[in-house]
């Protein structure tokens, strides 16, 4: 199963940018999703996730106040508004499914995942 990752481009400090993960309806409507980043030379890291229902989110500490989670189960998106963009947010951003209704920061309770979408900010 394949998750959708779109919305990455080429941006200026201090913009906003949105991604958007879309997937089958039975991938993740009942999951858990998270968004996580590698910048070249970089090991992976967790960035943000939602429960299954859109109510509860966590945030890394490096965009929180930053960044949105979100998601329309209608359209069964998960949604990641980035605002006030900085060059250390230059990565490839991957969504992901949890194997539960939570999202977690380990990587290894993930068991569907996007292509990944790029995102480079240039200062």
């Known amino acids: 199963v394949q998750l959708q990752a779109s919305g990455g481009g080429l941006v200026q400090a201090g913009d906003s940018l949105r991604l958007s993960c879309a997937a089958p309806?039975?991938?993740?409507?009942?999951?858990?999703v998270g968004w996580f980043r590698q910048a070249p030379g970089k090991e992976p890291e967790f960035v943000a996730g939602?429960?299954?229902?859109?109510?509860?989110?966590v945030y890394s500490d490096s965009v929180k106040g930053r960044f949105t989670i979100s998601r329309d189960r209608a359209k069964n998106t998960v949604y990641l508004q980035m605002s006030s963009l900085k060059p250390e947010d230059t990565a490839v951003y991957y969504c992901?499914?949890?194997?539960?209704?939570?999202?977690?920061?380990?990587?290894?309770?993930?068991?569907?995942w996007g292509q990944g979408t790029l995102v480079t900010v240039s200062s």
């Open positions: 939602i429960n299954w229902s859109g109510t509860s989110t």
């Open positions: 309806k039975r991938t993740f409507s009942n999951n858990g």
């Open positions: 992901a499914s949890s194997r539960t209704a939570y999202s977690s920061t380990n990587r290894s309770q993930y068991n569907y």
